[in-house]
């Protein structure tokens, strides 16, 4: 069965570094999205990526986070410069087309990010 | 008032029980309804989504309820191997996600 697959499972960086989390959505899936979950918190809606745009984003994703599609299959999120409160399990997400309400998202297994 | 909100619990039953867990939602335009299960520290697993009439699925059971903005989902006869965290989930106009806070199943032997 076609998964979502992330890497690296599991990041640790120095405060102030850049990261850059990875992911390869199914490969027929339009539609691409990251969300992150803080230890002990609900999952929360980082951004949603659609024809090569960003379709929708939430206050979280300020301009430290920038996403991409650098070819036909990876899906990127950058943090520029990561604080101590990006520290979080990072989920990508993706689905097939919009039309059906009913259509779910397919999670990654996560990358876990340490922010020392 | 939260988007989705859940009971956290922990909800501790013995094997075989039925349990019930229940959600509200606050956007009454909302138009996709799904419970999800997370095991710990793994990614979230769609369980099944939730229609109108009512959907079940072997021993879950999901109901809608639009009129109260509620979400139900109940598991007969649990199993040791449904211990997790159910997520309500509702799936805004634009596409993405909104979670719940998520319930604790602990089924003990």
């Known amino acids: 069965e076609p998964e979502v697959t992330q890497t690296p499972s599991h990041q640790v960086t120095q405060m102030g570094q850049e990261v850059i989390l990875r992911c390869v959505p199914i490969?027929?899936?339009?539609?691409f999205y990251w969300y992150r979950q803080i230890l002990g918190q609900k999952v929360e809606f980082l951004v949603s990526f659609y024809n090569n745009e960003i379709s929708e984003k939430s206050e979280i994703f300020d301009d430290q986070f920038s996403v991409e599609r650098p070819d036909g299959s990876n899906f990127t999120l950058k943090i520029r410069s990561t604080k101590l409160e990006d520290s979080a399990m990072y989920f990508c997400a993706s689905r097939r087309l919009l039309a059906s309400v009913q259509e779910t998202q397919y999670f990654g297994p996560g990358t876990r990010l340490l922010v020392l | 008032r939260k988007e989705v909100e859940q009971d956290p619990g922990p909800f501790n039953v013995p094997e075989g029980a039925t349990v019930a867990f229940n959600c509200t939602y606050s956007n009454s335009a909302s138009q996709s309804f799904f419970w999800y299960r997370q095991d710990c520290r793994k990614e979230p697993k769609l369980l099944m989504s939730v229609y109108s009439s009512g959907n079940e699925d072997g021993r879950f059971t999901a109901q809608l309820n639009r009129a109260s903005q509620y979400i139900s989902l109940l598991i007969r006869d649990s199993k040791l191997s449904d211990s997790a965290t159910y997520l309500c989930?509702?799936?805004?106009?634009?596409?993405?996600?909104?979670f719940g806070q998520g319930t604790e199943l602990s089924v003990k032997p």
């Open positions: 989930v509702v799936n805004s106009e634009g596409g993405k996600l909104i």
């Open positions: 490969s027929n899936h339009l539609y």
